[in-house]
């Protein structure tokens, strides 16, 4: 390292001090600091609340009535807020309104230690520029009631302040002549709209116009001292503040000892959620003042149904006041959040019943989910949450008891012998293939201490397809496994019912499971909790074995073939052709592709000439070297 790069050693006499292109540094925290403009109506109405607090510090004898009003003017383009707070002094103007950096609000704060105050970095007005073409501030302080001034800027470079008339009592209006491409902001229903959320926690009543009732009149339950209408109190927020959906049920959140000083309200939002769906709202509020809208990585990531709103003076905010600091508190706000909804969630199963019902009926796939990602939520979900079955929903219990104790799921997507073998038995089956069942039911097995029968898998055939009262020899088997299977199948001798049908291909539904959710497109569509725990499940299959042939040894077709085969008889090559046809065909029947079905179209056509072509000359059998290509080729001759 040169010399000159150590730190520390700048002479003296060769420090200069940086220079400020004020014009640039204000027109980049007008107009780039905000996502969006209707963040600058929130910056002044803080504003407007924070001289009300220092007005009730500075003055506490006064009487005047607090209060902030918002008017439109869409005729003029002009937006006015006005309170009745502590107005400015001149030099006030000076060191605090016209100086980026510094507000008068942090020093009260720090002086007073009182925490409503909001402001903290003396920017925000300056976002009133990127709104505004002209922004004018008239304001009388209540030290001096008989002055007035009027702060007047294009732009926030510039600035002049010329004495005017008092105002009738003290505080300050601030006056916004909005820019063409923002003077929608002017219309009052669209400000009615903006403010009833910004400042649903602000204390201090905030109009719009002329009305008589504060856009902000909704009582917070977390403040209420009422307990006995408290859940009522919980509902009314909860459906005034939730846009998109009435709320099933409220609870609340509470702060937690030396962790978080968050209190707040968390509903369950109606409309239906699925395993992919992520209807997670949470806005966060800090001193009252909304800060962001759309907080929801506070929540965790398996509550797609929960809405919500905390306030807490412990958040950090970013300098835009929309972001949070990612710190420590922050994430004690996260797992008390996570404790809060999991508490809720017990809090309602047990006192309202109905709300109850509801909830697993329109969120059962999302609790689902859920359950796999905490322990608390299997223990209170594992006896009510619906599993998706082939005879509608049921819970794991009905679904145990209708399958003689045992808990039967379906690996694939539905179809294919093994259900429809079940089906005829009355048995209802879980759907394995939808979102978070078939990990839920291996769960619920290993925990409840049931048998659970995983139709596809090979245990979960192993029901259906007896062991052979015979076992094959090896050279049988060789032989059949030559005779019959394709690539990728294995042929499995076993007794099964009905005897009429000689064999039967079923694909290996753990080896189809593991394909799928080792797809890429997988991590996106299954929350990663629940993609873990299936991937640990399939890991103990190598998917080698894409399908077992399991042949009846009970039908009297295979004991012909094996007895045909025995004896050396000349055409069991040809009937085992033609059972290896039938197997292709009716596989294309029940929808899983498997072999050429052309070829085994004509595999029938060909066996059947075979075995009929030797009757005329009153031959008994076809030679047993010939294939059925060369007997054809012999007839023809
Ligand atoms: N309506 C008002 N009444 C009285 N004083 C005001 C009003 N609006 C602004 N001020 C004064 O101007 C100062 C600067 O305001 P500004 O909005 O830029 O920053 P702030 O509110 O202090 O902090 P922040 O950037 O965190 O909002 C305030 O600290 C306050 O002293």
Redesign the pocket.
Known sequence: MSEGLQPGRVPEQNLRTTEVDLGGLVSVLATHLYSTPLVALR??V???H??HT?RRLEDPGSTAEASIRVRGDAARRAIA?E?T????TEP?IHA??AT?G?????LLREVTGNQEL?????????SAFSVADEVT?T?TSHREPALGHRYRSRGGEQYSVEPTDPRPTP??V?ELLLKAEHAHLADEYALREVLARYCVLLPIPVYVGDDEKPVNDVPVPWRQEVPGHLYTARMSFAAAFGRRFEPLTAFPVDPVEGATDAVGLLWVQDGGTYGSSDNRDLSVYLRGMLLSEDARDLLPSWAGFIGGVVESTRLTPTAS?EDLQRDDHYRALQQALTDAIVDGLYETARLHPTAWRRILARHGQDLLGAALCDDRLFTLLADDVPVPTSQGDLTAGALRAAGGGAVHVALGSGGGFEEMLYRAMQVPIARGDRYAVLPFLRRYAQLRDCRLVELGSESGNRELFRDPEQPLSAEETAWLGAALADDGEQLVPARFDPPGLPLVLVPDREAELKARIEDDQADARIPSAALRLARAFTARTDGTVKARLYLNLASPAVRQLLAAYRAGHTGSATAAGLLRSLKVIMAAASGSAAGDLTAALEGVGTAVAALTAAVPDGLSAVPDTLSARDQQGEQAK
């Open positions: 910056e002044l803080q504003n407007a924070d001289s220092r807020i309170d707070g502590a107005g400015l006030e605090y309104l980026v510094t507000g008068y609000t942090r909001i402001g903290a970095f003396g920017l925000g007005f300056l501030v304001t505080g300050t601030v006041r």
